[in-house]
Structure formats: structure tokens, C-alpha cells
């Protein structure tokens, strides 16, 4: 019988693969609402959002996180959506995560809209630090890419966050053909100025129209040639990298540096780290995959089979199966059927 578990040195199990992949990062959606409308996303009328009985509670999900942490080595913690800001018991989620042993790092992926009136209290609560979602400097661009008027939201909450502490504030930008493919060097400077990590990602194949063309999308090959036309960017290297999705470059000598996650162009699946949790409670082990396993009907099961154990024997199964890659590369590659909203990114 083949051992699908290792044991770590505190003697918990971890979430390995066939490839001897250990995932220790956990990615958890809150909620498949969003509050903009992204082009790249979800069409301009929204979604058919989940069903409140379908979505975990938050003694649901506190409890999957404490299973992640404290028998299956996750380490750090990733709070998603949707919008995770418009979860109405998100603050006490952090704080009740923050207060497992081993304590968990904790970030919280946004748009950025709620966080001037939520970051003191997220940073609190034990929150560490946020990615912020923001592809434009400019409001007219920034109107047509999400639907809404609300860039100076936005920016105002970056600033809130990166006054609470919630540091290091990093920013993720998507560059989009005809609409803001010219802004790389701009945002950098931004970002420099601010003292904001910025990283570029390639557009994903995640939209909820499947409209997603690899023919015309920006990649990170021209992202870093638009931005050596007015920066010296140094490679970190793969040793400094470690497991994180990002590429990073030095900029101009230091100390700010710029990433470029390449998804699509130089994917990273030998060295993933992650396990996902969508909203309803289901295990997702990539981005892409066009399979889950249910935890949820186990978390309502009475007895033995919603027992702690019996969900981490699942958990560890869902990811054993795990497979090599994101499979973009293979032309029978087919877009996922659940779109970033209630997948979580």
C-alpha cells in the first residue's frame, strides 16, 4: 500500500503529492461576490452567486483552517473571494485563525474598495498584510476595465492599509490589450514612490465568459521589455524565489523590486505550494483544474465521518491526486467551468 502522508518534525501530516509537492500555503475564498464588474472576470450583470446555504459558515471555515493548520502543516493563510471585504464576519474569522497554535501567517487578496474603513480593524485582528487588485492609474481606464467609479477607493485603501501595518501593501496588476498595456513603467513608478510591491500577472484563463484568447495577451515578456525602457532590472533568481508564483527583479539597484507572475508563458507547477478552499467548502488543487472534492457534506456529517480526522483523510486524498501541471500547454486544455469569482485567486 503506498503512504500518500510524511510526517513533518512536529508530527503533523502534510499535504503531499505523487510528486512530492508539499502544499503549505491555503488559499481560502469567502465569498464568490465582488463588488466590480473586471472585464477579465464576470460580465457586466454579474453571476448566479452561490446560495447561502451552499457557502461555509464561519465556524465552518475556522474549523477547515484549524484542521489545515494544525494537522496538516499549512503555514500560511490566504483570505480570497469574490471580495473577501464583504464578508460580514471576516474580521472575526482573522481573529480566530490568528489565535491557532501554530499561529498561521495570514493575507487577505482585495480590491481594495473596503480596506479605509476595515484595515485597522483586520490588523487587529492578526491580519499580516493584503494584496491589493489595481490594473490602472488612471480613473476613465479604470471605469471601463471594472464597471464601476471607484478608483479613489482604491488608492485611499492602500494607503489606510499601509498606515495600519499591513505591510508589505502588494499590488497586483493585470495588463490588458487597448486599455492599459502601456502603463507598466508608470505603475512601477507609482509603486516605487509609495513604497507598494508591485507584480504583474498574466491575464488567466479564468473568465466567466471564456472569452480568454492566448493570441493578443499581454506577457510577461513584454512587461519587462515595456518596463527596461526606463528601469535597470536585476534578477533575484530562483534562490530567492522559493515557491512563490512571482519572478522578481531588482529595480534600478535597489531596494524596491517588481514581479511578473508568468502563469501562462513560464508556469511554476513543479514548485506549487498550495492547497484551495472555495466558499462552498470544496478542495481545489490548481487554479485550472477541472475537478473538486467536497468537504463541506462532510463538515455537516454527524459522527465519524464529519469527524476531524475523517475530513483530513480527505483533504489528503483530494491532494495526492494532485496533478503535474496547469495543462495550458496541452491543446485539449479546457477552461474550468467555475470562474475566478467562486474559485478564488
Not at 277 to 306: K, N, W, Y
Request: aromatic share 4%.
Amino acid at each position: 500500500m503506498i503512504r500518500t502522508t510524511v510526517i513533518n518534525r512536529e508530527g503533523a501530516d502534510m499535504l503531499i503529492d505523487t510528486y512530492g509537492r508539499v502544499a503549505t500555503d491555503l488559499r481560502v475564498s469567502l465569498t464568490d461576490r465582488c463588488n466590480l464588474r473586471c472585464t477579465y472576470c464576470m460580465p457586466e450583470e454579474g453571476l448566479q452567486w452561490l446560495a447561502k446555504p451552499d457557502l461555509l459558515t464561519d465556524d465552518e471555515i475556522v474549523r477547515l483552517v484549524r484542521i489545515a493548520v494544525t494537522q496538516l502543516g499549512i503555514t500560511e493563510v490566504r483570505f480570497t473571494g469574490g471580495e473577501p471585504l464583504l464578508r460580514p464576519g471576516l474580521v472575526g474569522i482573522v481573529e480566530r485563525c490568528a489565535a491557532l497554535e501554530p499561529r498561521p501567517k495570514m493575507s487577505l487578496t482585495t480590491n481594495g474598495i473596503g480596506l479605509k474603513r476595515t484595515a485597522e480593524a483586520l490588523k487587529a485582528a492578526g491580519l499580516d498584510r493584503v494584496n491589493v487588485s489595481l490594473d490602472t492609474l488612471r480613473p476613465d481606464v479604470f471605469k471601463t476595465l471594472t464597471r464601476r467609479d471607484r478608483h479613489h477607493d482604491v488608492l485611499d485603501g492602500m494607503a489606510a492599509a499601509r498606515a495600519a501595518g499591513l505591510t508589505p501593501v502588494k499590488v497586483n496588476s493585470v495588463l490588458m490589450p487597448g486599455l492599459n498595456d502601456d502603463e507598466a513603467p508608470d505603475l512601477l513608478a507609482w509603486a516605487v514612490e509609495h513604497d507598494y510591491e508591485l507584480r504583474f500577472i498574466e491575464q488567466m484563463p479564468l473568465d466567466a465568459q471564456h472569452g480568454w484568447k492566448r493570441d493578443g495577451m499581454i506577457t510577461a515578456g513584454d512587461i519587462l521589455e515595456s518596463l527596461r525602457t526606463r528601469f535597470t532590472l536585476t534578477e533575484e533568481g530562483q534562490e530567492e524565489r522559493g515557491s512563490a508564483p512571482a519572478e522578481r527583479w531588482i529595480v534600478d539597484g535597489g531596494p524596491h523590486t517588481v514581479g511578473v507572475i508568468a502563469s501562462v508563458t513560464r508556469p511554476f507547477c513543479a514548485a506549487c505550494d498550495r492547497t484551495r478552499l472555495t466558499a462552498d467548502g470544496q478542495v481545489r488543487t490548481c487554479l485550472f483544474a477541472t475537478e473538486e472534492t467536497d468537504l463541506r457534506a462532510a463538515l455537516r456529517s454527524d459522527g465519524e465521518d464529519g469527524s476531524d480526522e475523517a475530513i483530513a483523510r480527505i483533504w489528503k486524498q483530494a491532494m495526492w491526486g494532485k496533478k503535474a501541471g496547469s495543462g495550458l500547454d496541452d491543446p485539449t486544455f479546457l477552461q474550468p467551468a467555475r470562474p475566478m469569482s467562486a474559485i478564488g485567486g
